[in-house]
């Protein structure tokens, strides 16, 4: 029998990544987590966190360096969502939806729209946000109803509007898909547009009241014949929905690391209160109920992990079944998340209840996990078309 080749370490994260994960632990716990309960109780924007995610450059890590970024692979960028979201879930969305917002300008973008948007963010000096779904056309995309018009000295008038837009309002920069021929194929009519917070025109809805993510505002969009230059067409003409399409195939598995944190940080939270509390005259982490649901709970978050960073290599590479991966990422993570915090208020009992302790929180952050950046059966239709094709 050959001696095991000491090179191969195909399951064993490189150095550096495992580095930047205690860089942003450390980080996270020191910066962000002290203020994670006053950010969900009193629902507002974790600016600690983006001040703490701008000075160490984890605000956007995945800019390009040629843009000014630290051009950090996808699988760096979800070990830093995933360590922050161990500790505050709204905190994550900062550099997860800077990624979605600005994957299409990454994707589709000339070098002019990219150097003018990339670079700021890079900086920390504004985020991007993604608006893509509106009321009546979440899962059903293609339906949407936004429109952009062009006008005779080549600028565009959009109105309508969208709706369920993570970070809304906190960040100046926006990805706007918007039908730009009324009579055209339905998906095939649809354009990419960046937009500004100050352009005129643009307006926000009220603050959404929500479970979960707190932390972070979700507004609606309005364009009330809001003008933007010509040159804010990302990608070509019509290419709207097949960039924002492709933009979700990468950033779901952002969702899939956001996920795991959750999961990660109830699961921590479990184990430390198990091995304090005592009933009938010894630690409750004694008796075989309490471990076998801390092993499955450990064993399936570690499945999660595992899936998101195959997907989050394939998105590195492009590989040609991304689709299917990132689906599958996102899915089987956010339902993992899901369980394993219901498990985690389950096993404080009465305590997991309450809001003494963070697992509460961390189980009504998971389900949104479930839904946004697609619906989990939305992935399974993605997932399947993969199979069946």
């Keep these: 029998m050959s001696a095991v080749n000491p090179d191969f370490d195909a399951f064993q994260l490189p150095d550096s990544h495992r580095q930047l994960r205690a860089a942003v632990r450390e980080l996270s716990e020191a910066q962000i987590e002290p203020y994670a309960a006053d950010v ?5 924007y974790p600016q600690e966190a983006h001040d703490a ?4 450059d984890f605000f956007a890590p995945h800019v390009p360096e040629e843009y000014g970024g630290a ?17 505050c879930a709204s905190s994550s969305l900062i550099p997860a939806v800077n990624k979605l917002g600005s994957m299409p300008l990454i994707l589709a973008a000339n070098e002019d729209l990219k150097h003018r948007y990339l670079t700021p963010m890079a900086e920390g000096k504004t985020g991007f946000c993604y608006g893509l779904s509106e009321r009546e056309a979440g899962s059903d995309t293609s339906g949407m109803t936004c429109t952009a018009t062009e006008q005779a000295d ?16 906190a960040n100046d920069f926006y990805t706007v898909l918007a039908v730009t021929d009324p009579e055209g194929r339905r998906g095939a009519n649809i354009s990419a547009f960046v937009v500004e917070k100050s352009d005129p025109g643009f307006t926000f809805g009220e603050k959404e009241r929500k479970l979960g993510i707190k932390g972070s505002p979700t507004r609606e969009l309005w364009f009330d014949n809001c003008t933007i230059p010509g040159d804010r067409m990302i990608g070509a003409r019509g290419e709207g929905l097949k960039i924002a399409l492709r933009t979700l195939d990468h950033t779901r598995i952002t969702i ?4 795991v944190g959750i999961a990660q940080g109830a699961l921590d939270k479990s184990i430390a209160y198990v091995k304090e509390r005592q009933q009938f005259g010894k630690q409750i982490s004694q008796f075989q109920g309490v471990q076998f649901m801390l092993a499955d709970m450990a064993m399936e978050l570690e499945a999660a992990r595992q899936l998101v960073y195959v997907a989050a290599a394939k998105s590195e590479r492009g590989d040609r079944d991304l689709s299917f991966f990132g689906a599958a990422a996102k899915c089987f ?12 208020v389950q096993l404080m009992g009465g305590m997991g209840y309450t809001r003494d302790f963070p697992v509460e929180r961390m189980m009504r952050d998971a389900k949104i996990t479930q839904i946004y950046e697609g619906t989990n059966q939305v992935q399974r239709i993605v997932m399947a078309r993969s199979v069946l094709a």
């Design 71 to 87: 051009g950090a692979d996808a699988l760096a960028v979800c070990i830093v969502i995933e360590e922050v979201a161990r500790v």
């Design 154 to 169: 080549g600028s565009w008038i959009l109105n309508g509007h969208k709706a369920w837009i993570t970070n809304a309002g």
């Design 40 to 44: 969900d109780e009193n629902a507002r």
């Design 333 to 344: 993570a956010s339902d993992v998340a899901m369980k394993v915090t219901v498990d985690a």
């Design 256 to 259: 899939g690391a956001q996920a």
């Design 53 to 56: 995610l701008v000075a160490s």
